[in-house]
């Protein structure tokens, strides 16, 4: 026999990731992200991909997501240049309320997957987000 009554669907990841993990981003705000850094011990150093280099927490490095003039494919090379030039960096993606998305040719959450690097995705409300699950450590 058949079900009628509709399947439950959540659109949120039900489970939040102890860590990031190279290929899997997760996402936190600002302060989850400083905050599980700091509690991390060993700081490594984090690069926030955003559209104004205001917009870095302190002690973050800046690297242009959006540049006029600069095509998305022209966006993406630097990505990977920094990617080369900084092997053990963490990568910090804007994609907070009001912030322009980095330009890329390729799918965003690709794009991400693909570097292979421990990627946190800035977000203003973490617990509600669809694309990646939400970085919290163990207590």
Request: net charge negative; glycine share 4%; hydrophobic share 40%.
């Amino acid at each position: 026999m058949r079900r009628k009554e509709p399947l439950e669907v959540d659109a949120t990841w039900r489970y939040p990731l102890p860590m990031p993990m190279p290929g899997q981003p997760v996402c936190a705000t600002v302060n989850e992200a400083t905050e599980q850094i700091e509690r991390l011990g060993n700081n490594p150093k984090l690069f926030l991909w955003t559209d104004f280099e205001r917009k870095c927490p302190e002690n973050w490095d800046f690297i242009a997501s959006v540049r006029q003039g600069v095509p998305p494919q022209g966006i993406e090379a630097e990505l990977k240049a920094w990617a080369k030039q900084y092997p053990h960096a963490w990568l910090a993606v804007d994609l907070r309320d009001g912030v322009i998305p980095p330009s890329t040719a390729t799918d965003l959450d690709q794009l991400l997957r693909d570097i292979k690097r421990y990627v946190i995705v800035i977000v203003s409300r973490s617990s509600d987000h669809e694309d990646w699950p939400q970085w919290v450590l163990p207590a």
